[in-house]
């Protein structure tokens, strides 16, 4: 084995973000390389979709897989909650707790916040500026926002 194999993959932070995204929708084995793209592009995840698809990642990429995805600025990343206003926060919990989707189907949650009278909630998760912070909210957790 040479000293490269088995050795985690070192992935831009941005592109990381859509490859959890994609991984923990469950909707694509990750060796689906065109599908895996296809998911990170429909999420928004452009960077992503363009560097799995560039033939000069495909190495890095399989690694990662096998052995793991640590983002070159991991140190750098953010792991704390995701501020977000109250109304909406009530909304993305009550849609978590009914248990009927998963959290990562944004199109989904954002109508059974509709059906649920959260209507705040579903304009939020329509905004597209805030579809980057809504998967780091489902991966890291949401934070009410304090009233400045």
């Known amino acids: 084995m040479s000293e490269s194999e088995g050795e985690q993959a070192k992935i831009p932070a941005q592109v990381l973000e859509g490859l959890e995204f994609v991984r923990a929708s469950g909707e694509a084995n990750m060796f689906d390389i065109p599908r895996v793209a296809q998911l990170a592009l429909r999420a928004g995840y452009t960077q992503t979709a363009d560097w799995?698809?560039?033939?000069?990642?495909?190495?890095?990429?399989?690694?990662?897989?096998?052995?793991?995805?640590?983002?070159?600025?991991?140190?750098?990343?953010?792991?704390?909650?995701?501020?977000?206003?109250?109304?909406?926060?009530?909304?993305?919990?009550?849609?978590?707790?009914?248990?009927?989707?998963?959290?990562?189907d944004i199109w989904r949650v954002?109508?059974?916040?509709?059906?649920?009278?959260?209507?705040e909630t579903t304009d939020w998760l329509r905004e597209e500026e805030n579809h980057a912070a809504y998967v780091r909210g489902v991966l890291h957790g949401f934070r009410v926002e304090e009233d400045a």
Request: glycine residues 10%; aromatic residues 14%; negative net charge.
């Open 110 to 119: 954002a109508a059974l916040a509709l059906n649920f009278g959260y209507p």
């Open 52 to 104: 799995i698809l560039f033939p000069e990642n495909r190495e890095a990429y399989v690694r990662g897989v096998l052995y793991g995805f640590p983002s070159e600025g991991e140190k750098q990343r953010r792991t704390e909650p995701v501020k977000i206003p109250e109304e909406v926060y009530r909304g993305l919990q009550y849609v978590r707790e009914s248990g009927e989707t998963n959290m990562f």
